[in-house]
């Protein structure tokens, strides 16, 4: 049982953490989620004791971190997997803290064995990769056999096969009674995981619910409605149909329908009665992903934008005429920097008609924020299984 | 366009590469996928020319990476967001970058605007988040407007606005026609982001093809049917020599047919559906299947760790490792 | 091609704090310490012996903080070369210039050039402000020997960050670096440089050679087999060497 | 089985369902014995601790064989009434170099990999982390010089036996072997000290070992007999004299100033305490 109150942290004059109070549970898997500077890592190194809060306190079981009588007993986190010298072995890493704790040299050799590094435990970790890296933090989080435990991105790095494991291995902590407590920027993998969420923005608490009140909160599901191919009267004729009935119909890009409003059975019905054969019906719950980015909007701190590519234009000088392509670069179908062009910004009043453009290539600008990724959720994602409870 | 020739790498006497050959294709995302120890960063790293092939070669537009003049506008690579100096501001990292390729330094503050870290672009490296140095390295392979791109794990660290714009912003540029190598242990952010797959295994080529045919090769098509007239649906499936599996919840699994072709049948049948749903395999199982024989660090699954005084449960050991969850 | 990796490596070299750090301590520390010594001695001069009056040599005494200021040199060249590898920069920048001898050959020019500058600064400012306190006991530019003296005072310490960013070039570590230089330069080879019996040897290691070049009185019953020049030279092909082990090595190496 | 961990009362109120999962290996109190076990697997795991330590004693043997090897071949020049075992010295005071390197590396080679998080979360109390590596430390250095100085002590004094050299007192024998060992580790610990409130190997050491050179550099430009004082006292308690003080002549003291018999432990002793107290003020209060 993990229990912040009124937690805040002040660096500088930079609020990272305001106010935060919260209690993650026994006997259940509780995501941490928040976008990048939300104040994550600070809550956890807090709740680690690494960090002293400017106001507020955080206790795991009553007490404060530091005064566990021996916390890794109580306590296994994985915060930085490189946080580790990489002169000595795995083993003897994990040796130094069991010693620490007063753990008997065979549990070293156990875990070792739980994350699937004992071939390589008498090798030194300066070779590790970050998946292999994250194995060896999560030997030392399990090493004392702790009834709380923190993961921060635990599956940062481990290949597929890894990241199946740790999913499995949180589920049963949580289900042994354990508190498990999970940060991830992966939310087809919180999904799959957590059953309780935290939401933090900008140091401030957002959400404190379970999984699926969090989804039904925010965000809307929708049938996924499919008619043949080759008779598209038929799917203008649905349409029609449906939006009579009061749904809301949106085309997808393969030629689908997106319908909201409606529960399955009665559009069913709606294209029996209007003669509309059905090629597809499945249901959609909205991902976790498209849940928390509607909640999280404001609360992003780096945002990307637009490659304007002005910067790549040389300025030329007055009158010089812009060199030709490079032969040999243009090939059909691949991509062609655009030619240098004179820098019309230089030279503000000219342009101040045309300043929409200026400094602007022909060539096509990235729209990084399209919203073209969630609606293409992978339907074998994560809505199946939302689904089949 | 990035052509491998049976490039291979030997460290002392272990393979790490194999005789690999593959040509990545400029218009489309390719996924450079393969279980931890695989092999994947040390191809990533001879690709650059960071490390010395043991036999075979890279070639990048046709040439080899030692020949290109100024590397940066041909090919942007993110290898490894930590290494960067944490005592050099993100401007100043880009901007060395920059200069030594001869790209302008006006491109620094443009690329530090489309990664979102102009408001940090002065800080130190040390201060960064795994995300925001992320964001910094995608800066840096932005750099030079390279029309070859090559990112290795881009989404660590991450959060999930960057991850959506990280997705669209590969797709963009593979859409105007550039080279994209992404390579991922995340199959759920794959199966969004690549058109085309390069799996290997223990060094060696196990797959080169389209995501369609991976998945089509590497798994079984299901399709879900829910539908009051459960009894006629199924005599109907019957006599068209589909065979259907009931499961529980008045749900039918029917293995091997299309959806459109069960529909056709339902619609010819006057069946009424309340689903219809086609359950592929997700790409994560696919890939599962595909190099189950090929994982390094298996963790482990037995209970057989009770051995010393520590007494019983000492682990939450899991008895569903990749290889029972594959069967199922 | 090589002018725009040589203001890429003088972007790098100015965007750390090390750089800053180690050459003004640099700077400050033999200047002063310069100082401190020509003060005290233009104090007690009378006082001294007649045979130490005779070997008297007020530049070499200006320099009396060289042996200590060579530390941060050392420091700042060892830096420069095993930040890359520290970091994992050098990924990103042997990717981005791929011809390894042209990405050594600028970054040791862009370090030796601000090395010898601030070399140079600390020499002179050393020389004058040395001068300056000693008084009357002082000596000018002018006279014999003194400006090629002053010179090679910031040449020598630009050659000893030189070889200091051969030897990193080729151990990699800062802390292996600094762990083979500091012991070397402060206690091997003094050590080897007082005992008789390998004076001998002692004299051509480079900080030895090297630093004759600042003497202008020679005391008396010297018998060092070479010039302040021909130490200087001594002192540059230990330089090359360390410099051309540093690029074998980089450039067979998997970076 | 009931709650092995109840060291709190509204801990053992609520039944253990409450609390969630119980490990069945009974958790001990983790006290400065475990830290100290764990700080020796530290030390000795690491390569470059063990390669700094082996050229440790390298460096001090290895100059010990060659003062031994100039012994054998002009033993003439060794007469007189001076302390036989000074020759010890030379070795130890370029192998104070390594100790320096070793002591800085203890702590300050865990902020630079990122290790002290994962120590600091392991053992929340930041001060028996500081304690278990100071007196691991402490007993590896001072073993190591024990052994080595002593080695070198004993074959020096069979070598000079007989060349007329006369033989060294019990005292000492005390300050030549005990007293040089234990200062040594104390600089050790300085150094130790001093990484931990750096923070950064590579600063610790170049400030250490500038505090042990910086004044006999200094002193050794001041010729000037107005400030022989400040001269003689930049010599007198620089670190090598200080060192030197152990190889002296019992009751023959050379010089009137300075630091004699064992002045010099207790003048590292109060350093080192006084770093120690700095750094663990700044421990405790700053954020890992």
Same mark, same amino acid.
């Given at each position: 049982?993990?229990?912040?109150?009124?937690?805040?942290?002040?660096?500088?004059?930079?609020?990272?953490?305001?106010?935060?109070?919260?209690?993650?549970?026994?006997?259940?898997?509780?995501?941490?989620?928040?976008?990048?500077?939300?104040?994550?890592?600070?809550?956890?190194?807090?709740?680690?004791?690494?960090?002293?809060?400017?106001?507020?306190?955080?206790?795991?079981?009553?007490?404060?971190?530091?005064?566990?009588?021996?916390?890794?007993?109580?306590?296994?986190?994985?915060?930085?997997?490189?946080?580790?010298?990489?002169?000595?072995?795995?083993?003897?890493?994990?040796?130094?803290?069991?010693?620490?704790?007063?753990?008997?040299?065979?549990?070293?050799?156990?875990?070792?064995?739980?994350?699937?590094?004992?071939?390589?435990?008498?090798?030194?970790?300066?070779?590790?990769?970050?998946?292999?890296?994250?194995?060896?933090?999560?030997?030392?989080?399990?090493?004392?056999?702790?009834?709380?435990?923190?993961?921060?991105?635990?599956?940062?790095?481990?290949?597929?096969?890894?990241?199946?494991?740790?999913?499995?291995?949180?589920?049963?902590?949580?289900?042994?009674?354990?508190?498990?407590?999970?940060?991830?920027?992966?939310?087809?993998?919180?999904?799959?995981?957590?059953?309780?969420?935290?939401?933090?923005?900008?140091?401030?608490?957002?959400?404190?619910?379970?999984?699926?009140?969090?989804?039904?909160?925010?965000?809307?599901?929708?049938?996924?409605?499919?008619?043949?191919?080759?008779?598209?009267?038929?799917?203008?004729?649905?349409?029609?149909?449906?939006?009579?009935?009061?749904?809301?119909?949106?085309?997808?890009?393969?030629?689908?329908?997106?319908?909201?409003?409606?529960?399955?059975?009665?559009?069913?019905?709606?294209?029996?009665?209007?003669?509309?054969?059905?090629?597809?019906?499945?249901?959609?719950?909205?991902?976790?992903?498209?849940?928390?980015?509607?909640?999280?909007?404001?609360?992003?701190?780096?945002?990307?934008?637009?490659?304007?590519?002005?910067?790549?234009?040389?300025?030329?000088?007055?009158?010089?005429?812009?060199?030709?392509?490079?032969?040999?670069?243009?090939?059909?179908?691949?991509?062609?920097?655009?030619?240098?062009?004179?820098?019309?910004?230089?030279?503000?009043?000219?342009?101040?008609?045309?300043?929409?453009?200026?400094?602007?290539?022909?060539?096509?600008?990235?729209?990084?924020?399209?919203?073209?990724?969630?609606?293409?959720?992978?339907?074998?994602?994560?809505?199946?299984?939302?689904?089949?409870? | 366009?990035?052509?491998?020739?049976?490039?291979?790498?030997?460290?002392?006497?272990?393979?790490?590469?194999?005789?690999?050959?593959?040509?990545?294709?400029?218009?489309?995302?390719?996924?450079?996928?393969?279980?931890?120890?695989?092999?994947?960063?040390?191809?990533?790293?001879?690709?650059?020319?960071?490390?010395?092939?043991?036999?075979?070669?890279?070639?990048?537009?046709?040439?080899?990476?030692?020949?290109?003049?100024?590397?940066?506008?041909?090919?942007?690579?993110?290898?490894?967001?930590?290494?960067?100096?944490?005592?050099?501001?993100?401007?100043?990292?880009?901007?060395?970058?920059?200069?030594?390729?001869?790209?302008?330094?006006?491109?620094?503050?443009?690329?530090?605007?489309?990664?979102?870290?102009?408001?940090?672009?002065?800080?130190?490296?040390?201060?960064?988040?795994?995300?925001?140095?992320?964001?910094?390295?995608?800066?840096?392979?932005?750099?030079?407007?390279?029309?070859?791109?090559?990112?290795?794990?881009?989404?660590?660290?991450?959060?999930?606005?960057?991850?959506?714009?990280?997705?669209?912003?590969?797709?963009?540029?593979?859409?105007?026609?550039?080279?994209?190598?992404?390579?991922?242990?995340?199959?759920?952010?794959?199966?969004?982001?690549?058109?085309?797959?390069?799996?290997?295994?223990?060094?060696?080529?196990?797959?080169?093809?389209?995501?369609?045919?991976?998945?089509?090769?590497?798994?079984?098509?299901?399709?879900?049917?829910?539908?009051?007239?459960?009894?006629?649906?199924?005599?109907?499936?019957?006599?068209?020599?589909?065979?259907?599996?009931?499961?529980?919840?008045?749900?039918?699994?029917?293995?091997?047919?299309?959806?459109?072709?069960?529909?056709?049948?339902?619609?010819?049948?006057?069946?009424?559906?309340?689903?219809?749903?086609?359950?592929?395999?997700?790409?994560?199982?696919?890939?599962?299947?595909?190099?189950?024989?090929?994982?390094?660090?298996?963790?482990?699954?037995?209970?057989?760790?009770?051995?010393?005084?520590?007494?019983?449960?000492?682990?939450?050991?899991?008895?569903?490792?990749?290889?029972?969850?594959?069967?199922? | 091609?090589?002018?725009?990796?040589?203001?890429?490596?003088?972007?790098?070299?100015?965007?750390?704090?090390?750089?800053?750090?180690?050459?003004? $301590?640099?700077? !400050?520390?033999?200047?002063? +310490?310069? =100082?401190?010594?020509? @003060?005290?001695?233009?104090? &007690?001069?009378?006082? %001294?012996?007649?045979?130490?009056?005779?070997?008297?040599?007020?530049?070499?005494?200006?320099?009396?903080?060289?042996?200590?200021?060579?530390?941060?040199?050392?420091?700042?060249?060892?830096?420069?070369?095993?930040?890359?590898?520290?970091?994992?920069?050098?990924?990103?920048?042997?990717?981005?210039?791929?011809?390894?001898?042209?990405?050594?050959?600028?970054?040791?020019?862009?370090?030796?050039?601000?090395?010898?500058?601030?070399?140079?600064?600390?020499?002179?400012?050393?020389?004058?402000?040395?001068?300056?306190?000693?008084?009357?006991?002082?000596?000018?530019?002018?006279?014999?020997?003194? $400006?090629?003296? !002053?010179?090679?005072?910031? +040449?020598? =310490?630009?050659?000893? @960050?030189?070889?200091?960013? &051969?030897?990193?070039? %080729?151990?990699?570590?800062?802390?292996?670096?600094?762990?083979?230089?500091?012991?070397?330069?402060?206690?091997?080879?003094?050590?080897?440089?007082?005992?008789?019996?390998?004076?001998?040897?002692?004299?051509?290691?480079?900080?030895?050679?090297?630093?004759?070049?600042?003497?202008?009185?020679?005391?008396?019953?010297?018998?060092?087999?070479?010039?302040?020049?021909?130490?200087?030279?001594?002192?540059?092909?230990?330089?090359?060497?360390?410099?051309?082990?540093?690029?074998?090595?980089?450039?067979?190496?998997?970076? | 089985?009931?709650?092995?961990?109840?060291?709190?009362?509204?801990?053992?109120?609520?039944?253990?369902?409450?609390?969630?999962?119980?490990?069945?290996?009974?958790?001990?109190?983790?006290?400065?014995?475990?830290?100290?076990?764990?700080?020796?697997?530290?030390?000795?795991?690491?390569?470059?601790?063990?390669?700094?330590?082996?050229?440790?004693?390298?460096?001090?043997?290895?100059?010990?064989?060659?003062?031994?090897?100039?012994?054998?071949?002009?033993?003439?020049?060794?007469?007189?009434?001076?302390?036989?075992?000074?020759?010890?010295?030379?070795?130890?005071?370029?192998?104070?170099?390594?100790?320096?390197?070793?002591?800085?590396?203890?702590?300050?080679?865990?902020?630079?990999?990122?290790?002290?998080?994962?120590?600091?979360?392991?053992?929340?109390?930041?001060?028996?982390?500081?304690?278990?590596?100071?007196?691991?430390?402490?007993?590896?250095?001072?073993?190591?010089?024990?052994?080595?100085?002593?080695?070198?002590?004993?074959?020096?004094?069979?070598?000079?036996?007989?060349?007329?050299?006369?033989?060294?007192?019990?005292?000492?024998?005390?300050?030549?072997?005990?007293?040089?060992?234990?200062?040594?580790?104390?600089?050790?610990?300085?150094?130790?000290?001093?990484?931990?409130?750096?923070?950064?190997?590579?600063?610790?050491?170049?400030?250490?070992?500038?505090?042990?050179?910086?004044?006999?550099?200094?002193?050794?430009?001041?010729?000037?007999?107005?400030?022989?004082?400040?001269?003689?006292?930049?010599?007198?308690?620089?670190?090598?004299?200080?060192?030197?003080?152990?190889?002296?002549?019992?009751?023959?003291?050379?010089?009137?100033?300075?630091?004699?018999?064992?002045?010099?432990?207790?003048?590292?002793?109060?350093?080192?305490?006084?770093?120690?107290?700095?750094?663990?003020?700044?421990?405790?209060?700053?954020?890992?």
């Amino acid at each position: 049982m993990i229990e912040a109150v009124g937690l805040t942290k002040r660096y500088g004059d930079k609020l990272a953490v305001d106010n935060l109070s919260f209690q993650v549970r026994p006997g259940a898997v509780t995501g941490f989620l928040g976008p990048n500077g939300s104040g994550k890592s600070t809550t956890m190194r807090m709740i680690l004791g690494l960090d002293n809060p400017t106001a507020g306190t955080v206790t795991i079981c009553g007490r404060p971190y530091r005064e566990l009588p021996n916390a890794p007993r109580q306590v296994g986190a994985l915060l930085d997997a490189k946080a580790v010298h990489g002169g000595r072995s795995a083993r003897n890493h994990l040796l130094c803290l069991a010693q620490l704790s007063g753990i008997p040299a065979r549990r070293v050799d156990e875990v070792l064995g739980v994350v699937g590094l004992h071939d390589v435990a008498k090798k030194r970790s300066r070779g590790f990769s970050l998946g292999m890296g994250q194995r060896l933090g999560i030997a030392a989080a399990l090493l004392g056999d702790p009834q709380v435990l923190l993961f921060d991105e635990p599956v940062n790095g481990l290949d597929p096969e890894g990241i199946l494991w740790v999913r499995n291995l949180m589920k049963s902590l949580a289900a042994e009674g354990r508190t498990v407590f999970v940060s991830s920027h992966l939310m087809s993998e919180m999904a799959l995981t957590a059953d309780h969420l935290i939401v933090i923005g900008r140091g401030r608490l957002l959400a404190d619910m379970s999984v699926k009140d969090f989804i039904a909160a925010n965000s809307a599901g929708f049938a996924r409605v499919r008619t043949p191919d080759t008779e598209p009267q038929q799917r203008e004729k649905l349409t029609s149909v449906l939006t009579e009935a009061g749904a809301h119909v949106l085309p997808e890009q393969d030629g689908a329908l997106r319908v909201t409003g409606l529960p399955l059975p009665r559009i069913s019905d709606l294209a029996h009665e209007a003669g509309v054969r059905l090629w597809e019906l499945s249901p959609h719950q909205a991902s976790l992903e498209e849940a928390y980015m509607r909640m999280t909007q404001e609360a992003v701190d780096y945002r990307s934008t637009a490659d304007q590519k002005a910067g790549l234009m040389q300025p030329l000088p007055p009158g010089a005429e812009p060199p030709l392509p490079v032969p040999g670069q243009g090939q059909p179908g691949w991509y062609v920097p655009p030619p240098p062009q004179r820098d019309e910004r230089a030279s503000a009043p000219d342009t101040a008609q045309s300043s929409g453009t200026s400094g602007r290539p022909a060539a096509p600008a990235e729209q990084p924020s399209a919203p073209v990724a969630a609606s293409a959720a992978d339907p074998a994602d994560s809505a199946p299984s939302e689904d089949a409870r | 366009m990035i052509e491998l020739e049976g490039l291979t790498k030997r460290y002392g006497d272990k393979l790490a590469v194999d005789n690999l050959t593959f040509t990545v294709r400029p218009g489309t995302v390719t996924g450079f996928l393969g279980p931890n120890g695989a092999g994947k960063s040390t191809t990533m790293r001879m690709i650059l020319g960071l490390d010395h092939p043991t036999a075979g070669s890279v070639r990048i537009d046709g040439r080899r990476y030692q020949e290109l003049k100024d590397p940066l506008t041909y090919i942007g690579a993110l290898l490894d967001a930590k290494a960067v100096h944490g005592g050099r501001s993100a401007y100043n990292h880009l901007l060395c970058l920059a200069q030594s390729n001869g790209i302008p330094a006006r491109r620094v503050d443009e690329v530090l605007d489309i990664v979102g870290l102009t408001p940090v672009a002065r800080k130190k490296a040390k201060n960064f988040s795994l995300g925001m140095s992320q964001r910094l390295g995608i800066a840096a392979a932005l750099l030079g407007d390279p029309r070859i791109l090559m990112f290795d794990e881009p989404v660590n660290g991450l959060d999930p606005e960057g991850i959506q714009w990280i997705r669209s912003l590969m797709k963009s540029l593979a859409a105007q026609g550039r080279t994209v190598f992404v390579s991922s242990h995340l199959m759920s952010e794959m199966a969004l982001t690549a058109d085309h797959l390069v799996v290997i295994g223990q060094g060696r080529l196990l797959a080169d093809m389209s995501m369609a045919d991976f998945i089509a090769q590497n798994s079984q098509c299901r399709v879900r049917i829910r539908t009051p007239e459960r009894e006629r649906m199924l005599d109907v499936l019957h006599t068209a020599g589909i065979t259907a599996v009931e499961k529980d919840g008045g749900l039918l699994e029917v293995e091997g047919s299309r959806a459109e072709r069960i529909g056709e049948l339902a619609a010819e049948h006057r069946i009424v559906l309340h689903e219809l749903s086609s359950q592929q395999s997700s790409l994560e199982e696919a890939f599962m299947q595909l190099t189950a024989g090929s994982v390094e660090y298996h963790a482990h699954t037995g209970q057989a760790q009770q051995t010393g005084g520590t007494g019983p449960a000492v682990v939450p050991a899991q008895p569903v490792a990749a290889d029972t969850k594959k069967e199922s | 091609m090589t002018t725009q990796i040589i203001r890429s490596e003088w972007t790098k070299i100015r965007s750390v704090a090390s750089t800053v750090w180690t050459l003004s $301590l640099a700077l !400050v520390v033999t200047v002063a +310490l310069g =100082m401190l010594v020509s @003060a005290l001695t233009r104090h &007690g001069f009378e006082n %001294m012996r007649e045979q130490d009056r005779l070997s008297f040599d007020p530049t070499y005494i200006s320099f009396a903080g060289m042996g200590l200021g060579q530390l941060a040199m050392i420091v700042f060249g060892v830096l420069v070369v095993t930040n890359e590898y520290s970091t994992g920069m050098i990924r990103t920048s042997l990717a981005a210039v791929p011809q390894r001898g042209v990405f050594l050959a600028s970054k040791v020019a862009v370090a030796t050039a601000l090395a010898l500058v601030v070399g140079m600064v600390t020499s002179f400012l050393a020389f004058f402000l040395g001068q300056a306190l000693l008084g009357s006991l002082g000596t000018s530019l002018g006279e014999e020997g003194v $400006l090629r003296a !002053v010179i090679g005072g910031g +040449l020598y =310490m630009a050659l000893i @960050a030189m070889f200091s960013m &051969g030897i990193a070039a %080729m151990l990699r570590s800062p802390m292996l670096s600094l762990g083979i230089l500091m012991p070397f330069f402060f206690l091997i080879s003094g050590i080897l440089g007082a005992v008789p019996a390998t004076k001998k040897f002692g004299q051509f290691l480079p900080d030895q050679a090297g630093s004759r070049i600042m003497q202008v009185v020679i005391p008396a019953g010297d018998d060092t087999p070479y010039g302040p020049w021909g130490g200087l030279g001594i002192m540059a092909l230990w330089v090359i060497a360390a410099l051309a082990g540093g690029y074998l090595l980089l450039r067979k190496r998997d970076a | 089985m009931s709650t092995p961990q109840t060291p709190l009362p509204q801990q053992a109120a609520p039944p253990s369902w409450e609390s969630g999962y119980t490990s069945p290996i009974p958790v001990v109190r983790a006290h400065l014995g475990h830290a100290i076990v764990s700080e020796w697997t530290k030390i000795r795991s690491v390569r470059s601790t063990v390669w700094t330590l082996g050229i440790y004693m390298l460096i001090v043997l290895g100059m010990g064989a060659l003062i031994a090897w100039a012994i054998v071949r002009v033993p003439s020049e060794f007469h007189g009434s001076e302390n036989p075992l000074a020759f010890g010295f030379f070795g130890l005071l370029v192998g104070s170099v390594c100790i320096i390197t070793l002591g800085v590396l203890t702590v300050a080679s865990e902020y630079g990999t990122g290790m002290i998080r994962t120590t600091m979360t392991a053992c929340p109390s930041r001060i028996r982390v500081l304690a278990a590596k100071a007196v691991v430390f402490f007993l590896v250095a001072f073993t190591t010089t024990l052994f080595s100085a002593g080695l070198v002590a004993l074959v020096h004094t069979a070598l000079l036996d007989g060349t007329g050299a006369r033989q060294p007192t019990g005292e000492e024998w005390l300050r030549g072997t005990l007293g040089i060992s234990l200062y040594l580790a104390m600089l050790g610990l300085l150094s130790l000290a001093v990484g931990a409130i750096l923070r950064h190997s590579a600063g610790a050491i170049t400030l250490m070992i500038g505090v042990v050179l910086a004044p006999l550099v200094l002193a050794a430009f001041m010729q000037v007999e107005s400030l022989e004082k400040l001269r003689d006292a930049l010599f007198d308690y620089s670190i090598p004299s200080q060192m030197a003080v152990f190889y002296a002549n019992t009751g023959a003291t050379l010089r009137d100033s300075g630091p004699s018999g064992w002045d010099s432990l207790w003048i590292i002793l109060g350093m080192t305490a006084a770093a120690f107290a700095v750094a663990c003020v700044l421990l405790q209060k700053r954020d890992v």
